[in-house]
């Protein structure tokens, strides 16, 4: 088992990933991709896109074993949603 040590601050890693993701990225996997999971070396600007952060993860680790991995839901925000919706939202 690899472990993997991360060489960046947390918010050094999404200032990186979300300018990757902002310049690079977006662009070429936003149309067909809606609601996928994309990992992204913050390091190199690979990327790899699957269905589950576990997924794309081990896609872009197989690829690059020392990467620094930052992931983004496709055409939102973040990863995740916590919490309820407004009664605003579901109108």
């Known amino acids: 088992m690899t472990v993997r040590q ?13 300018a990757l993701y902002e ?4 662009q070429k996997v936003e149309a067909d ?5 994309v990992a992204i070396d913050i390091e190199t600007g690979d990327f790899a896109i699957a269905d589950t952060v576990l997924l794309a993860t081990n896609q872009l680790f197989d690829r690059c074993p ?5 992931i ?10 916590f919490g309820a919706r407004s009664l605003a939202q579901k109108q």
């Open 6 to 18: 991360r060489r960046y601050s947390k918010e050094e890693i999404s200032k990186r990933g979300q």
């Open 23 to 26: 310049t690079q990225i977006k």
């Open 33 to 37: 991709n809606y609601g996928k999971i």
């Open 66 to 70: 020392t990467a620094q991995p930052w």
């Open 72 to 81: 983004i839901r496709i055409g939102h925000r973040a990863v995740y949603h």
